[in-house]
């Protein structure tokens, strides 16, 4: 007669259990399944830890921080991809931005341009002049100026404020004001942005009576032509481009010093990530200055910009979710893989040394005494003693009566 309530359920669970242990013990005989174990364990008793490791593992994980940030600013923000091509863009005009500041005072300063074309135009009325005092706090020398800065970095865009997406068209409300204007002033700061002509051209600022023709002649002892470059740029700004001319500085130790700069102006588009495009530019320059005697030369300071037949073009990509992760596991696990190899190396290492330094080493085991060990001799110590039939007697406390056990040897 069927009765459920006699059916053993545990057994019945159990079944699936031990046919699946079964399964696993055919396995074994056929290949151990533990051979293919690639995460060996060890207990924590066989595991030593050290200061040496401690700051290894501080100074590993200071690194993996770093790159993950870099990594991840990348992700957030694209990383750029340049590519060269020739220039097929057919523009008449271009931007040009300029703001310096010369130790002369702003009456004695005549600013002209002149183009391949054969034009001159006199721009001294074009660009703001504000009377100041000569400080070149902040500037660099242009001996020490590097021709260019990288700026896109995936740390400086996920730490710092990304850079902006849109260009723009500097005018002269754009510019900073003077920090410390001074009306007719000891110095004078020239700055603000006109539209020239796309074409080679040069751009001097000279004084009064010498190079060009005036009605004016600059006394000799009025003229110093040192000054501080505080930008000079073609095109819309944008900050992810950094000119090799910002903040640098050039100071003259004669009166008649001509200053020379000659720039080759190469056109830049950057593409973000969501495809919006800002047409720009960007330049390389080489300096030359030197010193003459009064009616052998022109004095001043000249710019002069040839434009590149190839052009630029700098688009950020981004990376997918999926190569994120891949880089970062990457990243993580190779770091700490590779410090953990070069410590295992550096400590082989040491103990090579040492042993060839110290001699050999001693080994030592605690599971096991020498034969001749003074614990052997020692009879009436109470620990270790022997008798006439050759047997080792260890004496133990809280033990068998007596207060002995024998062992064979």
């Given at each position: ?395 133990t406390w809280g033990g068998s009566p007596g207060g002995t056990e024998w062992k064979g040897r």
């Open positions: 007669m069927y009765e459920p309530h006699l059916i053993d359920h545990a057994s019945e669970q159990s079944r699936p259990r031990r046919e699946s242990q079964s399964l696993l013990e055919e396995l074994d005989k056929i290949a151990p399944i533990k051979s293919f174990d690639a995460f060996p364990k060890v207990q924590s008793t066989y595991t030593v830890q050290s200061r040496r490791g401690g700051v290894l593992t501080a100074v590993v994980g200071f690194i993996i921080f770093l790159l993950v940030l870099n990594d991840l600013g990348e992700y957030l923000y694209g990383a750029p991809d340049y590519s060269f091509h020739v220039d097929h863009e057919l523009e008449k005009d271009l931007q040009l931005n300029v703001d310096l500041t010369v130790a002369m005072p702003c009456h004695y300063l005549s600013i002209d341009l002149r183009d391949a074309v054969g034009d001159r135009l006199h721009l001294s009325n074009s660009f703001v002049k504000d009377g100041t005092h000569f400080n070149t706090a902040g500037a660099t020398s242009m001996k020490r100026t590097p021709n260019q800065k990288r700026t896109f970095t995936g740390i400086q865009r996920l730490l710092f404020s990304p850079p902006s997406r849109k260009g723009v068209k500097k005018s002269q409300a754009a510019y900073r004001p003077t920090y410390d204007s001074v009306p007719d002033g000891p110095a004078c700061r020239i700055y603000g942005s006109v539209e020239v002509k796309k074409v080679t051209a040069n751009l001097h600022i000279t004084t009064l009576g010498h190079g060009y023709m005036s009605f004016e002649h600059t006394d000799h002892q009025l003229m110093n032509l040192s000054h501080i470059v505080h930008e000079f740029s073609f095109g819309p700004f944008f900050p992810a481009i950094s000119q090799p001319l910002d903040k640098s500085y050039e100071i003259a130790k004669e009166p008649f010093t001509i200053f020379q700069y000659f720039l080759r102006v190469v056109p830049t588009t950057y593409i973000d990530a969501a495809r919006r495009r800002l047409v720009t530019s960007q330049y390389a320059v080489t300096d030359y200055s030197r010193s003459f005697e009064h009616g052998k030369g022109v004095p001043g300071i000249f710019f002069k910009y040839d434009l590149e037949a190839m052009a630029l073009t700098v688009r950020e990509r981004t990376t997918s979710l999926y190569q994120f992760l891949i880089r970062l596991v990457g990243v993580i696990g190779g770091v700490w893989t590779v410090a953990s190899f070069g410590l295992r190396v550096f400590n082989r290492a040491q103990k090579e040394v040492s042993k060839a330094v110290v001699g050999k080493e001693k080994e030592y085991i605690p599971s096991s005494l020498p034969s001749g060990s003074p614990a052997f001799e020692r009879a009436g110590s109470g620990y270790f003693s022997r008798d006439d039939r050759g047997m080792l007697r260890t004496t």
